[in-house]
């Protein structure tokens, strides 16, 4: 029988980010993107995978009723002094796991290279931030950092929405209520959770994932009445986040919508994380504010997405940051390879990369002279 302490410790020994355990295969645990497997006697069997099952659901008769009825389970689970985001599915009608390790420590918002604009916009009385990317991007890391920004230095009430409670916050200078999605669990769905937290009297609410129009329209109805809105969502870019959005409605809806959005829209991170030459991770941000100029393009009847991204280069002074000037950043400082730099961005744009690598060599190259 598999020991999952052991895997466990193993995990936190060698700083995994996740752990999967499969039928028929040894534990994996994924070290920097790459997938380890876990030096034990032999792979997983079927009767593993119930011992398994048994260890993490506990005899919890709520979580084995959904498990059974959707065939699938997203739950968290302590293991000493680290939280796991636990979700279990199946494969060839056997359950299979997907651990995330979740750090107590909570890095600053600074130790992941998230733009300080982004901090500043938390300050905002009321509006929509969202901050968006493709799985495994880091938005949850990003999203809790901000949480913990906004608890250490403004006297808030902040309300979270997770599926499941990933980081355990403690109220400092503000009050923070976290609550958990799900059957069994503190609110059904993210929907209900959103409208009732019009009568909690909460200053920030926090959406761990926009994922469907009933939560957006609840997310955007809680903006329109006072309060500062913080979301997720699964979206590769800006542009794409703003057309998402849109999409979520009926095309009889989606004029009326654009300009709620316009209005109410404060700011988009759009994120990515790749290997740096270190080893480590490291984000690349592309963050929209939005303006006049931004508000107006999301206004217009077809929304297009070279016009977004125009207006992110040139607004700049504002706060907001091109995907490729982060790129080119990164590049220039040399903590990614060159290849990296033009594997994110699309063929079209390589003559631009190049040509804002240069441009900021020869800022680098100037700067570097008046400091000898």
Sequence with gaps: MIDIDKVLDA??????????????????????RNLIEYDCSSPLTEDDMYDIYDYFVRGNVD???????????????????????????LADDVPIFTLRLIKNELPT???????????????????????????????????????????ENQNKKILTLESPVEYKHTSKKSVIVQKEIGAGRDCLCYSDGVKNCLREDCDILVIGEIRDRETMEAAIETAEAGHLVIGTLHTKSCAETIDRMV??????????????ISSLL???????????????????????????????????????????????????????????????????????????????????????????????????????????
């Excluded at 979580?63 to 599915?89: G, P, T």
């Excluded at 297009?304 to 040139?314: G, K, L, M, N």
Aim: aromatic share 4%; hydrophobic share 40%.
């Design 11 to 32: 995990a936190k020994e060698k700083d995994a980010s996740d752990v999967h355990l499969i039928c028929n295969l040894k534990p994996m645990l994924r070290i920097r």
């Design 63 to 89: 979580k084995d009723n959904v498990f059974k009825q959707f065939k699938k389970l997203d739950m968290s689970y302590e293991f000493e002094d680290i939280r796991l985001r636990v979700n279990i599915s």
């Design 109 to 151: 918002y600074e130790e992941l290279g998230v733009p300080d604009i982004v901090r500043r916009m938390t300050y905002q009385p009321q509006g929509l931030i969202l901050v968006t990317g493709k799985t495994n991007s880091g938005k949850t890391t990003t999203l809790n950092a901000l949480i913990n920004e906004i608890n």
């Design 247 to 260: 999409n979520f409605y009926e095309i009889r809806d989606q004029q009326t919508v654009k300009y709620l």
């Design 266 to 372: 404060k700011l988009v991170i759009s994120q990515r994380l790749l290997p740096a030459k270190s080893g480590n991770l490291v984000l690349v941000p592309e963050v929209m504010v939005v303006d006049n100029i931004v508000s107006g393009i999301i206004r217009k009847e077809k929304i297009s997405v070279s016009e977004i991204e125009d207006a992110i280069q040139s607004n700049l002074e504002k706060g907001s940051i091109g995907l490729i000037n982060s790129i080119a950043e990164l590049f220039v400082d040399d903590v990614i390879t060159l290849e990296q730099a033009k594997a994110q961005i699309e063929e079209k744009n390589i003559e631009t990369l190049n040509r804002t690598i240069m441009q900021l060599k020869i800022k680098k190259e100037k700067i570097n002279k008046i400091n000898q």
